[in-house]
C-alpha cells in the first residue's frame, strides 16, 4: 500500500539545479521522518538528507551540505529536494525513502546526471 514516486531528474550542466519530487501515498505523510538516498553505478547506496515530519529537523550529508535543501509539503504529501551548484560527483539515481511500522520502503527513483 505505501507507494513512493520520484519525479524531476534530468541531465543538467555543472553548476546548475534540479527539484525532485517524492509523492507519497499509502501512510499517513505528515507523521514520518523522510530521506532521500542516491546510488551511482558501482557503488552503494549513499544517504543524502533527512526531514523531520513537520520539518523542524533536518539533517544532510556532507558531500550535498550547503547545496541541497530538502523541504516536505505534508498537505499535498511531497517531499522535495532542492539541488544547487550541481557537481558531476552527484551523478546518480536519487530514492527517497520512509520507515512504516519497521519495514522501509523505497521509490523507483529518478535519474540525474551532471555533465557538460
Known amino acids: 500500500q505505501v507507494q513512493l514516486v520520484e519525479s524531476g531528474g534530468g541531465l543538467v550542466q555543472p553548476g546548475g539545479s534540479l527539484r525532485l519530487s517524492c509523492a507519497a501515498s499509502?501512510?499517513?505523510?505528515?507523521?514520518?521522518?523522510m530521506r532521500w538516498y542516491r546510488q551511482a553505478p558501482e557503488k552503494g547506496r549513499e544517504f543524502v538528507a533527512h526531514?523531520?515530519?513537520?520539518?523542524?529537523?533536518?539533517s544532510y550529508a556532507d558531500s550535498v551540505k550547503g547545496r541541497f535543501t530538502i523541504s516536505r509539503d505534508n498537505a499535498r504529501n511531497i517531499l522535495y529536494l532542492q539541488m544547487n551548484d550541481l557537481k558531476p560527483e552527484d551523478t546518480a539515481m536519487y530514492t527517497c525513502?520512509?520507515?512504516?511500522?519497521?519495514?522501509?520502503?523505497w521509490g523507483r527513483g529518478t535519474q540525474v546526471t551532471v555533465s557538460s
Open positions: 525513502n520512509v520507515v512504516v511500522v519497521g519495514q522501509a520502503y
Open positions: 499509502g501512510f499517513t505523510f505528515s507523521m514520518y521522518d
Open positions: 526531514v523531520s515530519p513537520t520539518s523542524g529537523a533536518t
